[in-house]
């Protein structure tokens, strides 16, 4: 039975503009945020060179942060609230407000409202605009929210920070690991030479030329260096041509321009056969006995990997780092028993790092159920 005490507020009376501006450079470059469509701050990708810091606005603690621009965002409004101690800086394009009646509304709380699709689906609703759909201040202020006492509120913002803590400990010791596979990888590089690769891989030009396989093994590949569900319309298109990735097989996105400054590069480590794209590249280790496949792709997962592919990818339209480029690339192989072992920590690391992503993933779908939750209390 939903409770009595449930009240109907308009969002403007309980929030307000925070527009204070870093006029007097109390903050710095390293203050900088930008805010990423999973509803938290980032560092910023921007290029501040040059830049004037003075008209950026304060992000105080406890304060939120959005941006108004909602077209080409994933259908979802990106906005951040900061539960840390320090302040950050963020351009003066995106509105900056906190919560002026604490009496009535938990800020905690209101960031748990915002964390929901339900929310992303209405803010895009109400976007307006021709070039650049907008969710604008205004727009946030005639929200109605529906809102149960304080206790409540309380009571399920507890629940939610008990689930966030969790995820975060279990983060800690990711990065605990991630520390371990570099101190790994950098002692390999001091203590072996670096061979070319190209007489360990070779490319795989195997085709799905008798259809064995079907659109339920397509894939792309992620910027993430991983294999996802494809994103391309399929709609009457021949997989004959495609290519099949078996399992230890690497596929690779060749073009790298507007590529995030990353190579769009996955190992398949399932036990199942993938085919994708005519226009990838797949290659696989000749001998397993020499070099370890996930050995290989430890070093390909590197960020020092995604710069050299970046340097060498060569092109007027479109930058790509082709074949040969990636035979030439040069990794130190140890013996087999060394890279085994230190591939298994690196699998684990991976495996982990997948874990902690489900986390945060229901950590998010969570949030409509807390909400409901709160209202049905």
């Known amino acids: ?107 905690k709380y209101l960031y748990i409202y915002f964390n929901r699709p339900q929310f992303d689906r209405f803010a895009r609703y109400n976007s307006w605009g021709s070039a650049r759909e907008a969710f604008s201040w205004q727009d946030l202020c005639d929200v109605d929210i529906v ?107 060749p073009v790298t321009s507007r590529n995030g400054e990353k190579i769009t590069i996955a190992f398949n480590s399932s036990n199942e056969t993938y085919i994708v794209s005519s226009s990838y590249v797949v290659f696989n280790v000749k001998n397993e006995q020499e070099l370890f496949p996930h050995y290989l792709m430890m070093f390909l997962s590197q960020s020092d990997f995604d710069r050299y592919a970046r340097f060498n990818s060569w092109g007027s339209a479109r930058e790509t780092f082709d074949w040969s480029e990636m035979c030439d690339v040069q990794i130190p192989i140890p013996d087999i028993e060394i890279q085994k072992s230190i591939a298994n920590i690196y699998k684990v690391y991976t495996q982990r790092k997948a874990i902690n992503e489900k986390l945060k993933a229901q950590i998010c779908d969570i949030c409509p159920i807390l909400i409901k939750g709160s209202l049905e209390a």
């Open 147 to 253: 809102l149960p006492d304080k206790t409540v509120q309380q009571k399920y913002v507890d629940i939610y920070e008990s689930m966030v803590a969790n995820q975060k400990s279990y983060e800690k010791g990711l990065d605990d690991l991630k520390l371990t596979c570099d101190a790994y990888l950098d002692k390999l590089k001091k203590n072996y030479s670096p061979q070319k690769i190209s007489k360990y891989i070779e490319l795989s030009d195997l085709r799905n030329e008798k259809a064995e396989f079907s659109i339920e093994n397509v894939k792309g590949i992620s910027i993430e260096k991983k294999f996802i569900e494809t994103k391309a319309d399929m709609s009457g298109v021949s997989l004959k041509p495609y290519l099949v990735v078996k399992p230890n097989y690497f596929a690779y996105v």
């Open 1 to 107: 039975m939903a409770s009595n005490k449930l009240k109907t507020y308009k969002l403007g009376d309980l929030i307000e503009l925070s527009e204070d501006t870093n006029g007097n450079l109390d903050y710095g470059i390293d203050d900088v945020k930008g805010i990423s469509i999973k509803k938290v701050f980032i560092e910023t990708k921007a290029d501040m060179e040059g830049v004037s810091l003075r008209p950026y606005l304060l992000v105080k603690p406890d304060c939120f942060a959005y941006v108004t621009t909602t077209s080409r965002n994933g259908e979802k409004i990106t906005l951040a609230h900061n539960v840390s101690e320090n302040t950050y800086i963020v351009s003066s394009s995106y509105v900056v407000f906190r919560v002026k009646k604490t009496d009535i509304l938990l800020s």
